[in-house]
T-cell receptor, first 113, second 113 residues
Framework: DAGVIQSPRHEVTEMGQEVTLRCKPI?????LFWYRQTMMRGLELLIY????????DSGMPEDRFSAKMPNASFSTLKIQPSEPRDSAVYFC???????????FGPGTRLLVL | GNSVTQMEGPVTLSEEAFLTINCTYT??????LFWYVQYPGEGLQLLLK?????DKGSNKGFEATYRKETTSFHLEKGSVQVSDSAVYFC????????????FGKGITLSVRP
């Protein structure tokens, strides 16, 4: 299995631009998670899905952030408009069930200038 | 609520030294416990896990025992290598209604040749 796939691996953009991060979970996994990692705040759970349905989005910073999972093999995290404080590494993870072991993708390193 | 507390870092050791990284937790239910490792520039990888009291997780020479009486899950390795240099995260998933993975802050380990 290829594991969790994320794209792009690196993204540099200017403040105000829209950013879309993509994730393909491991085939057969029913739960998908989006995390953000910064030096200041560590790892933060942004949102997670069970069977393509958002279950908990309490970690989403504000309305500029949105996430979708249109099918079992694809999810997006969108930031519109982006701000410099959004600069971070964004990880996607998946698991068979929400309470089981999560497998992480390699992350997307986002820099907003 | 659930929480994970890791010892303060960073930790610097010489090759072949003994490693202990402390982790204690607070949970409302009966959590599963995890150690994840993040190598430079990469995503998080599951290192080992334990799902019930007195279980010992082990992988790549690392071990951790689920101690319910002390609510701890300390990570140990008898002889570290330079290639073990990474950030180590302790985490838990509770078995209650909240299935989110709760992470500790992580600790950076540097191993000198």
């Amino acid at each position: 299995d290829a594991g969790v796939i994320q794209s792009p691996r690196h993204e540099v953009t200017e403040m105000g631009q829209e950013v879309t991060l993509r994730c393909k979970p491991i085939s057969g996994h029913n739960s998908l998670f989006w995390y953000r990692q910064t030096m200041m705040r560590g790892l933060e759970l942004l949102i997670y899905f069970n069977n393509n349905v958002p279950i908990d989005d309490s970690g989403m910073p504000e309305d500029r952030f949105s996430a979708k999972m249109p099918n079992a093999s694809f999810s997006t995290l969108k930031i519109q408009p982006s701000e410099p404080r959004d600069s971070a590494v964004y990880f996607c993870a998946s698991s068979l069930k929400a309470e089981e072991t999560q497998y992480f993708g390699p992350g997307t390193r986002l820099l907003v200038l | 609520g659930n929480s994970v507390t890791q010892m303060e870092g960073p930790v610097t050791l010489s090759e072949e030294a003994f490693l202990t990284i402390n982790c204690t937790y607070t949970a409302t239910g009966y959590p599963s416990l995890f150690w994840y490792v993040q190598y430079p520039g990469e995503g998080l990888q599951l290192l080992l896990k334990a799902t019930k009291a007195d279980d010992k997780g082990s992988n790549k020479g690392f071990e951790a025992t689920y101690r319910k009486e002390t609510t701890s899950f300390h990570l140990e390795k008898g002889s570290v290598q330079v290639s073990d240099s990474a950030v180590y995260f302790c985490a838990l998933i509770d078995t209650g209604a909240n299935s989110k993975l709760t992470f500790g802050k992580g600790i950076t380990l540097s191993v000198r040749p």
